[in-house]
């Protein structure tokens, strides 16, 4: 049984560089999710994909942010000129869809990628 | 006043004891109700998840809601050292708003 499963576990970057962080989903899960946790938080929602179409972003999200899910399959999320404050656990997470009348889908989540900004 | 309110904890207990860990939230249209258990440099995993009011039970572990005073419990029965971990709860309507997480140390 495969889960979520995200690459790089931990990436340590100077400020100011991008970075890139890929995100495979449970394989018959068509809802792919973002999600930021900081220490001492709950994980906060970033951005979410039903197949290739990018259906909400968080305000959180700023334009330094872009995340794409070309095949529908596996999703990467880039940070442009990274920040101090970017410095995070930045969590996958995928579920199916809801059933027609809306029951709850529960979303799997990965391990994460650990963010540190030097 | 914050979405989901959730008391960092941490909590300690001896090994055997009864765990409660609770939550309040502020909005009504929350239907769905889940918990997760978060081990140290892990992912969130889903432990359990109720939909509107009432109690539900796996194993040790029960999942309680009242709508009505916007409460979420979890309870742990004959709890183990492994049971030590950050547990998070996560109401929902179209998307999950994820309290602070409890920390728990179960203590042998």
């Known amino acids: 049984d495969t889960g979520v499963s995200q690459d790089p576990r931990h990436k340590i970057t100077k400020r100011g560089q991008n970075v890139t962080f890929r995100c495979d989903p449970i394989s018959e899960h068509n809802r792919l999710y973002w999600y930021r946790q900081t220490l001492g938080q709950g994980p906060e929602f970033l951005t979410y994909?039903?197949?290739?179409?990018?259906?909400?972003k968080s305000r959180l999200l700023s334009d330094r942010f872009s995340a794409e899910r070309p095949k529908g399959s596996f999703s990467t999320l880039e940070i442009q000129r990274t920040e101090q404050g970017d410095s995070a656990m930045y969590l996958c997470?995928?579920?199916?869809?809801?059933?027609?009348?809306?029951?709850?889908?529960?979303?799997?989540f990965g391990d994460g990628t650990r963010l540190s900004i030097l | 006043q914050k979405e989901v309110e959730q008391d960092p904890g941490p909590l300690s207990v001896p090994e055997g004891a009864i765990v409660s860990l609770n939550c309040t939230y502020s909005?009504?249209?929350?239907?769905?109700f889940m918990w997760y258990r978060q081990y140290s440099r892990k992912g969130p995993e889903l432990l359990m998840y109720t939909y509107s009011s009432g109690n539900k039970e796996d194993g040790r572990f029960t999942a309680q809601v009242d709508k009505s005073s916007k409460y979420i419990s979890l309870f742990i029965r004959d709890s183990q050292p492994s049971d030590s971990a950050t547990y998070l709860c996560a109401p929902r309507d179209d998307k999950i708003i994820f309290g602070k997480g409890t920390r728990l140390h179960i203590l042998p």
């Open positions: 909005n009504s249209a929350f239907q769905y």
């Open positions: 997470a995928s579920s199916a869809s809801p059933g027609q009348d809306d029951s709850n889908q529960p979303q799997h």
């Open positions: 994909f039903q197949n290739e179409a990018q259906l909400e």
